[in-house]
């Protein structure tokens, strides 16, 4: 506006014009410098009034920043420098902004580069160098291998460790001097004595019962014999084992000690009472899983408390026996221990010794049920009774100690390796994994990898490596680290040192005393391994200037707690697979964690997969892309760039695991336009704040990968899981809703059905409620922690009796306190119409769709996705009004004006049609207002092109050496001819047609029935866009002219038809070679090529 007025203002000389030009253009200088800056930021604004609209602007093109990365897997050794630089050039062209290294060692066949190898480091700092050349940023992965944190620089003194304790029992009222067991341990830790328990040792072998089993074996009564390590083993899918002594035997604990057969079983213990078996207690085991990564103790005992049972006779009823070898007939034990003294129940479960068997432990995993009391209080430790000894134990391992009068049990404790090695890692990069509780040996593991690559590199040179990648946690748990003790104390309160015993199994104090220390050690390590770990990582990484990119849970073995996990990182990712329901936790654990800690990407690993090599393209990828959008996701790493070290190999290197986004893949270079639509998705997604109405808190028990939605959230809502720290210092109250620091809210806060909370948290909850939240959930009775037990349970009650009031989720299911509400037992549809809040957005029952929302100051962005394979025409009501909807499409980048829709009380109506597996944004923005028309056109066909087409094909690729004429469409894979029905690569189809007249006012498209499986398209010379997915048309107005047209189209198929084709021929006469080939001769060929009709079509939108 400026110039405007020097330009009218004839009154000034023109001296002055000169000035105030000069000075216009340093503004219009700065102003596009601002431009140019705030474009390669993350947010864009979107309230500023400029005749520049930043949201459509970044939505056409998004800005640099917005591009997503990928795994970059350099496999075996198979390293070259050629193969680097061609491998980043294919990535900048695509679009992709990150690669994140991984060496991964996965067996034959092995290249020449050895990791760790000058020549390994040298070829790391080349991709470093050529990364920045590029503009394609670079990751590296915190250790060889993906999973997690290790290799050969990590001494055992440094590894994950555990506890291993050796005992024995001594008389006291004399001076002991004996040298204790050394119980294999590595480290010691500590020396501790106890009065004997009554009983302490009373067992039923020791009245040498008779044992009959079905099916028979022979050696039955070693089953209980005391001896732990002679196996039975039976062949049978249903086992039983009787045991029949003389006189009446009071058992009160029943432990098994598993064979080491991986096995898991439904267990039934029963006993003989009123002339018949009767059953006392059914129970799972499970030791199917030996791997060190889901506990360190493979096959400690199971342990199950019984209550008090008297009899003569006991029976074990094993059925629905599981195998890990898959012998489902194959099962044993060395001993069946009955006792007359208690012992803890799962106590080897309870101090991570064994932990969650599968991969996805869900919420309840890690909870057990009360333990039923048993027997008397001398049949327990007294905890006055436990006494530290380990000032009394000499270095040669000799106790020279002042016994009390009495027998006591001696329990050396130490700790040994996990066992735990990073993985997949080639051997020469292969060690113990670092100790995940300790900042100063995570720092020296550090420095023995990326620190050694920081040191190599001048700053100036690294510019490109930004990330260190810790991806999802595989490693198993560990409970010791040094300054375990003064570290415990200081969290807790106690000295945990005093309560090791438990860890055998016995009892100090009480059952709920033993366990809640206990759940004190499983919080430890939890949090120990989010702060010093994660956190650990994190502040190495940033002290170097780069940042931590990490997958926030884990799937074996995981020790932490998932949202504290990644609360400690920079950025949050989540994870999912083309196939199966691997990402349907991973990606909300992610996505919550991100929200509640204020982080704005949410990243994810994505299109992993064990589909059949190079069957996957874009299409078919679409669907489970969208979907993790609709679970928070908003940044796409793509699974997985395979490293392609020789140039005379095609495909190349691949893997069983991944999509194989490389240069060696047919369609990889055509997928720019699929990386568009990612890109666009991303850039919308990544503006304002996520709309979720519902915060579930995950409670605070540990370990814990996921939360729980009980009750089960309702349709046209959403939600974020939430845990104690956060509630505790980022979430505060206003206008009714629950607020974190960035803004992000919530209309009500869900409690999961525990008994337990501990007070600091209840009286935060308090506090909430109390300025006006809503709460949902049962009333909390007692802590769950020893932390000053009993008083804090007493605080429980007292606070929660308060708040609670009345209310018991039954007779009554309400209550106010302060200016908030508390309610159980109530569904949330009937608190949300409580306290007034309409769903989000509603659609008819049992539609296939999903839906995310983001909000920005003046906008609502509605994300939509037809997860079917139909057509679908429904009519959402958004919970949004007096604003103009409209349709922005990611696959063109273009947004037009949805005139049909309805405003009724402060909620829209809007009529919405999708194509099969088609997405799109609903965007309010501006004021609503009149607008006539038709919110999906009508087509109006123009002309068919039905000459026939010329198609040339790549000879190189055994195509056919000449163009072949195509007198209709027909799919490539069902051609006479060999070269074409075989045929992989691209196909370039020529044709023309004649237009005599152009619509005017009117746009007109180009339509294909189908592509196999991507294309591009050129009219007269002039690109005009690429075809990949549902609705397969392309608006090619500004490219038509009138009269003769040239079209030609480039299509590009799988590599599927070759290999197949070259399954059917020797070897030697293959021109394809690949690592994982698993194609037949008989396999079914993939549809190829261009197949249907061509149409030119305009739309009519009134």
């Known amino acids: 506006m400026g110039t405007n007025r020097l330009l009218n203002n004839t009154q000034k000389t023109m001296a002055t014009k000169t000035v105030k030009i000069k000075f216009t253009i340093l503004l219009i200088g700065i102003a596009f410098t601002y431009l140019a800056f705030i474009s390669k930021k993350d947010l864009l604004p979107t309230c500023i009034e400029n005749k520049v609209d930043y949201l459509e602007q970044g939505f056409k093109v998004p800005p640099d920043s917005i591009k997503p990365w990928v795994y970059w897997y350099w496999i075996s050794g198979n390293v070259s420098k050629e193969g680097i630089t061609k491998d980043l050039e294919a990535m900048a062209k695509v679009g992709i902004g990150e690669a994140f290294i991984g060496n991964i060692g996965m067996g034959e066949p ?281 000032k009394n134990m000499q270095p040669d391992g000799v106790l020279k100690w002042d016994a009390p009068v009495g027998n006591w049990v001696i329990m050396r404790f130490g700790v040994l390796p996990t066992g735990t090695k990073n993985s997949p890692a080639s051997p020469e990069a292969t060690g113990f994994e670092v100790d995940k509780m300790s900042k100063t040996h995570l720092a020296s593991h550090f420095d023995s990898y990326i620190g050694k690559l920081l040191k190599r590199m001048p700053a100036a040179d690294r510019t490109a490596f930004k990330h260190v990648v810790a991806d999802s946690y595989e490693m198993g748990s560990q409970n010791y680290t040094e300054g375990f003790a003064v570290d415990f104390n200081k969290r807790y309160g106690y000295n945990p040192l005093l309560w090791l015993p438990v860890l055998s199994g016995r009892i100090i104090g009480s059952a709920e ?39 926030n849970y884990g799937h074996w073995g995981f020790p932490s707690e998932f949202l504290m996990y990644g609360g400690q990182s920079n950025d949050i990712a989540g994870e999912f697979w083309t196939e199966g329901s691997l990402g349907n936790i991973e990606c909300r654990a992610a996505s919550s964690a991100a929200h509640i800690y204020g982080v704005n990407r949410v990243y994810a690993e994505s299109f992993t997969s064990n589909a059949k090599a190079y069957s996957l393209y874009p299409a078919l990828l679409k669907k489970r892309g969208d979907w993790s959008f609709t679970e928070g996701i908003n940044h796409v790493l793509l699974h997985v760039y395979i490293h392609q070290p020789y140039e005379d190999r095609k495909p190349g290197m691949n893997a069983w695991y991944g999509t194989e986004f490389n240069r060696k893949n047919t369609w990889f270079e055509k997928s720019k336009i699929w990386i568009d639509y990612l890109r666009r998705n991303m850039f919308l997604l990544q503006q304002g704040k996520p709309v979720n109405d519902v915060a579930y808190f995950i409670g605070e028990d540990a370990p814990k990968m996921t939360g729980v939605r009980d009750p089960e959230l309702p349709k046209g809502y959403s939600y974020d899981y939430i845990n104690a ?245 027909n799919d490539w894979s069902q051609s006479k001819d060999e070269s074409i029905r075989y045929y992989s690569g691209t196909a370039l189809y020529t044709n023309s047609f004649n237009m005599p007249t152009i619509p005017t006012q009117q746009r007109v498209f180009i339509t294909i029935d189908q592509v196999k499986d991507i294309a591009s398209v050129k009219l007269n010379g002039k690109d005009v866009g690429g075809l990949w997915t549902a609705p397969l048309e392309l608006d090619i107005t500004d490219a038509l002219v009138k009269g003769n047209n040239q079209i030609e189209i480039e299509v590009t198929n799988l590599w599927v038809n070759r290999l197949i084709g070259d399954s059917k021929i020797p070897v030697k006469e293959r021109k394809t070679w690949t690592v994982t080939d698993t194609y037949k001769p008989d396999d079914k060929l993939q549809p190829s090529g261009l197949i249907g009709e061509i149409k030119l079509i305009t739309k009519k939108y009134h």
């Open 725 to 969: 720290e956060v509630i505790l210092n980022r979430l505060s109250v206003r206008d009714g809703k629950l607020v974190l620091p960035d803004g992000t809210s919530y209309r009500l806060l869900v409690l999961p059905a525990l008994k337990t909370m501990r007070p600091l948290v209840l009286k935060k909850i308090r506090e909430l409620v109390n300025a006006g939240a809503t709460i949902l959930g049962p009333k909390p009775s007692r802590s769950p922690s020893m932390e000053n037990y009993p008083t804090a349970d007493k605080e429980v009650l007292n606070i929660a009796n308060a708040l609670w009031k009345g209310v018991d989720g039954n007779r009554q299911k309400s209550a106010a306190y302060g200016k908030g509400w508390v309610m159980s037992g109530l569904d949330i549809q009937s608190i949300m119409n409580k306290i007034g809040v309409h769903p989000d957005v509603e659609f008819p029952k049992n539609i296939p769709i999903l839906w995310t929302h983001r909000k920005t100051a003046d906008a609502d962005i509605y994300f939509i996705t037809n997860q079917s394979d139909s057509l679908l025409s429904i009519s959402p009501i958004f919970r949004v009004a007096d604003k103009q909807p409209e349709l922005w499409d990611a696959t063109t980048g273009n947004h037009r004006d949805l005139p049909q829709y309805k405003i009724t009380a402060n909620r829209t109506t809007v009529s919405l049609q999708f194509a099969p597996a088609q997405s799109y944004f609903v965007v309010f923005r501006r004021k609503a207002s009149p607008v006539k028309g038709l919110n999906f056109p009508k087509s109006v066909l123009l002309q068919t092109i039905n000459t026939p087409y010329q198609v040339k094909f790549n000879a190189n690729n055994r195509g056919p050496a000449n163009a072949v004429t195509f007198n209709q469409l």
């Open 110 to 390: 092995y290249g020449d580069v050895k990791v760790l190898s000058e020549d390994w480091w040298k070829l790391t700092e080349h991709a470093i160098r050529e990364g920045k050349r590029l503009g394609v940023d670079i990751g590296i992965f915190n250790s060889p291998g993906w999973s997690q944190s290790g290799g050969p620089w990590v001494k055992p003194t440094q590894a994950m460790r555990y506890f291993v304790n050796s005992e024995v029992t001594v008389e006291g009222g004399q001076l002991i001097n004996r040298k204790l067991g050394a119980a294999d341990s590595l480290q010691d830790v500590a020396v501790i004595a106890f009065k004997k328990p009554l009983d302490d040792d009373s067992q039923l072998a020791d009245f040498k019962p008779q044992i009959v089993t079905v099916p028979l074996v022979d050696n039955a009564a070693l089953l209980a014999d005391n001896d732990f390590e002679q196996p039975v083993i039976f062949n049978a899918k249903f086992i039983t084992i009787d045991l029949t002594v003389k006189q009446g035997f009071k058992a009160r604990s029943l432990i098994l000690h598993p064979a080491k057969i991986p096995f898991k079983a439904h267990v039934v213990f029963q006993a003989w009472k009123n002339n018949e078996y009767q059953t006392v207690k059914e129970f799972n085991y499970d030791r199917s899983n030996p791997g060190v990564t889901v506990g360190p103790i493979v096959y400690g005992p199971v342990s199950i408390s019984i209550g008090e049972v008297l009899s003569t006779k006991f029976r074990l009823i094993i059925n629905n026996i599981k195998n890990r070898n898959g012998n489902d007939t194959n099962s044993g034990f060395t001993e069946v221990v009955l006792s007359e003294s208690p012992r803890l129940a799962k106590y080897i479960e309870k101090q991570l010794g064994k932990m969650f068997q599968s991969p996805v432990p869900l919420w309840g995993e890690y909870q057990w049920t009360d333990q039923e009391k048993a027997g008397t209080s001398a049949m327990l430790i007294n905890e006055q009774s436990v006494i530290d000894v380990t």
């Open 513 to 551: 005393q033993s366990n809640r220390f206990l759940w004190d050690l499983r919080r430890f390590v939890a949090d120990k391994v989010a702060y010093d770990y994660v956190g650990g990582l994190r502040d190495l990484s940033q002290k170097n200037g780069l940042r931590i990119w990490l997958e």
